[in-house]
T-cell receptor, first 114, second 113 residues
């Protein structure tokens, strides 16, 4: 158990809908990362937050947004969902988001868009 | 931009034999390299990382990895494979500025009794 929690574990929804994925980092970690794992794209970095502020952005679609709250938990919002958004979404956390820090991953949220 | 290649989709090895999972990378500046393992229906588990120093890095569950700067490789090794090592292994790199992981495509390790 990495100490990173994600809810829900599974999510089934329809195209055009909006969902929110939630992540709680390990105790003491200030930085949160979101990754998407899909069969065709592999594992891709989406976005990083540090202590409530966006720090880095990767291949995140404009339909997707995220935020980190004062209690350090993070939410990833996915809107206008398409079939291709079906994937496993991982959250990871590290102490301060610095270069070379180990990221610890949560169990993931499996999203299925029908 | 950085990239990682894992040339083998699958590696098959007999239990008790040594195993190697290959990884090559491309990055500007000094590389920060990682290995993660993913078991079915589980998240990614950290195995080991190379930041600087000794080229042979030891990690969890008896795994180690050898950093080779001239060959831009970071192969994962274990002297004696276990059936329970069967899983999906990912090599990853972060750039010299920032901590976002760029992953390879993954290698499925199958250890047969």
């Amino acid at each position: 158990d990495s100490g990173v929690t994600q809810t829900p574990k599974h999510l089934i929804t329809a195209t055009g809908q909006r969902v929110t994925l939630r992540c709680s980092p390990r105790s003491g970690d200030l930085s949160v990362y979101w990754y998407q794992q899909s069969l065709d794209q592999g594992l891709q970095f989406l976005i990083q937050y540090y202590n409530g502020e966006e720090r880095a952005k990767g291949n995140i679609l404009e339909r997707f947004s995220a935020q980190q709250f004062p209690d350090l938990h993070s939410e990833l919002n996915l809107s206008s969902l398409e079939l291709g958004d079906s994937a496993l979404y991982f959250c990871a956390s590290s102490v301060a988001g610095g270069v070379g820090e180990t990221q610890y991953f949560g169990p993931g949220t499996r999203l299925l868009v029908l | 931009a950085q990239s990682v290649a894992q040339p083998e989709d699958q590696v098959n090895v007999a239990e008790g034999n040594p195993l190697t999972v290959k990884c090559t990378y491309s990055v500007s500046g000094n590389p920060y390299l990682f290995w993660y393992v993913q078991y079915p229906n589980r998240g990614l588990q950290f195995l080991l990382k190379y930041i600087t120093g000794d080229n042979l890095v030891k990690g969890s569950y008896g795994f180690e990895a050898e950093f080779n700067k001239s060959q831009t490789s970071f192969h994962l090794k274990k002297p004696s494979a276990l059936v329970s090592d069967s899983a999906l292994y990912f090599c990853a790199v972060t750039p010299w500025a920032g901590n976002m992981l760029t992953f390879g495509g993954g290698t499925r390790l199958m250890v047969k009794p």
